[in-house]
Nanobody
Framework: VQLQASGGGLVQAGGSLRLSCAVSGRTFWSYPMGWFRQAPGKEREFVAA???????MYADSVKGRFTISRDNAKNTVYLQMNSLESEDTAVYYCAKRANNGGYDYWGQGTEVTVSS
């Protein structure tokens, strides 16, 4: 399984970005997928996840602003980020969740910088 994240960039506070994560694999539809981020000098943190049935979970810090979605026909998971804040500045990673609850495959990361 390979994951390729894209869509990061520089945006002003209050703006929006949409991240994409293209995933190889014949059974993408069955993969629970997640987004994580790591800000400079901080540990990586959970952002959002989506199950195969579309069930979504969000970190409290992004609820109401970020939306995770998936297009199984395109083997892609998205993270729509609205009302961006400087605290959202980080490298964002997509990941595939393993059966044991951890994440076993990771993308290379895409950098998001929010200017205030």
């Amino acid at each position: 399984v390979q994951l390729q994240a894209s869509g990061g960039g520089l945006v002003q506070a209050g703006g929006s970005l949409r991240l994409s994560c293209a995933v190889s694999g014949r059974t993408f539809w069955s993969y629970p997928m997640g987004w994580f981020r790591q800000a400079p000098g901080k540990e990586r943190e959970f952002v959002a996840a989506i199950r195969w049935d579309g069930t979504r979970m969000y970190a409290d810090s992004v609820k109401g602003r970020f939306t995770i979605s998936r297009d199984n026909a395109k083997n892609t998971v998205y993270l729509q980020m609205n009302s961006l804040e400087s605290e959202d500045t980080a490298v964002y990673y997509c990941a595939k969740r393993a059966n044991n609850g951890g994440y076993d495959y990771w993308g290379q990361g895409t950098e998001v910088t929010v200017s205030s």
